[in-house]
T-cell receptor, first 111, second 114 residues
Framework: TQLLEQSPQFLSIQEGENLTVYCNSS?????LQWYRQEPGEGPVLLVT?????EVKKLKRLTFQFGDARKDSSLHITAAQPGDTGLYLC???????????FGQGTTLQVKP | DTEVTQTPKHLVMGMTNKKSLKCEQH?????MYWYKQKAKKPPELMFV???????INESVPSRFSPECPNSSLLNLHLHALQPEDSALYLC?????????????FGSGTRLTVV
């Protein structure tokens, strides 16, 4: 059973389109993090959301944490080829302190 | 210094070999982690060290042996591996008890067992 369900798992879009990636769980997390990973490299932290209902913006990326702290979303506006990569959500379970990853979303943005 | 450095970047080893993966960070992080990642899959936690002591072992086979000689270094000793152990091995670090600030990952060691 996957603790963090991420959708969609694959997304191929044209440059300039908008997209949203979802990260859902039945469990409460003390925080959720979003990472981006390029082939042959380690994940790079994009943002951490901690407070229920929190919204954070990073240029064309908007991150939201659900009110109940069980889900999060990543919205990209006007996607560019440089946004191509594997996007991973990850949650910290407060009772274990472990960082658990969702399955990831592979995004391809075509020029 | 805001990096986690992993060496080697690539490693090919036979099933009877003994090798070690190394990880180093100088950010003052006292929690360090080993993750294993298969192609197109998310990283899977293997080990957690907190203040140089092993705090979590995710039921990893004994052919993987972690070691934390000091607060900046983390090793993963490999012995008698199987071809299915081929993967990207990632090291990460964070502040202890402050995981909300995120982990810093290294670029990984691409391991191939032949």
């Amino acid at each position: 059973t996957q603790l963090l369900e991420q959708s969609p798992q694959f997304l191929s879009i044209q440059e300039g389109e908008n997209l949203t990636v979802y990260c859902n769980s039945s469990s409460v997390f003390s925080s959720l993090q979003w990472y981006r990973q390029e082939p042959g490299e380690g994940p790079v932290l994009l943002v951490t959301v901690v407070t229920g209902g929190e919204v954070k913006k990073l240029k064309r990326l908007t991150f939201q944490f659900g009110d109940a702290r069980k889900d999060s979303s990543l919205h990209i506006t006007a996607a560019q080829p440089g946004d191509t990569g594997l996007y991973l959500c990850a949650g910290v379970r407060s009772n274990t302190g472990k960082l658990i990853f969702g399955q990831g979303t592979t995004l391809q943005v075509k020029p | 210094d805001t990096e986690v450095t992993q060496t080697p970047k690539h490693l090919v080893m036979g099933m009877t070999n003994k090798k070690s993966l190394k990880c180093e960070q100088h950010m003052g992080h006292r929690a360090m982690y080993w993750y294993k990642q298969k192609a197109k899959k998310p990283p899977e936690l293997m080990f957690v060290y907190s203040y140089e002591k092993l705090s979590i072992n995710e039921s990893v086979p004994s052919r993987f042996s972690p070691e934390c000689p000091n607060s900046s270094l983390l090793n993963l000793h490999l012995h008698a591996l199987q071809p299915e152990d081929s993967a990207l091995y990632l090291c990460a670090s964070s502040q202890v008890g402050q995981v909300t600030y995120g982990y810093t990952f290294g670029s990984g060691t691409r391991l191939t067992v032949v």
